[in-house]
């Protein structure tokens, strides 16, 4: 029986496989808080976009009844005529309300005598105020 050379076989030593995985574990550390910076950012984009939406859609039923939906029938005013309106020409979106874009709903707001209103997101945390991801994002 001949004796196997080992030495002569191809592969990869545990130190060239040590090196790799140190190699991919720095990559990972430099690059992963960049990309969720990435993703923080693209959310308030988000928000912010849809909330420009909203406007929009409100300023039309603005137009169309004299007011602001009020804070009771909240945005959904938007999608579906609130009951005993006279003068809805809506839908004033195309669908359905959207959560922002950490799932929570926005806060909508009108003034009591309708002429005015406040929307926005209340960020990550879904509570008022807040820094970074977790503040409020307004128009």
Known sequence: ????????????TLVELLVVLVI??????????????YMSQSKI????VQIASYQTALE??????????????????????????TGWAGP???KAVASDPWGNPYAYAADPA????TIKSL????????DGDN????P
């Open 1 to 12: 029986m001949a004796t196997e050379d080992f030495r002569d076989e191809a592969g990869f």
């Open 24 to 37: 991919l574990a720095l990559l990972a550390a430099l690059v992963g808080p960049r990309v969720i910076g």
């Open 45 to 48: 984009k988000t928000a912010r």
């Open 60 to 85: 039309l039923y603005h137009l169309d009844l004299g007011h602001y939906p009020p804070s009771q029938d909240g945005l959904g005013a938007l999608v579906k005529a609130p009951v005993g309106s």
């Open 92 to 94: 004033y979106l195309d």
């Open 114 to 117: 309708g002429a005015g209103y």
């Open 123 to 130: 960020g990550a945390d879904g509570k008022e105020g807040g």
């Open 135 to 138: 503040a409020d994002i307004g």
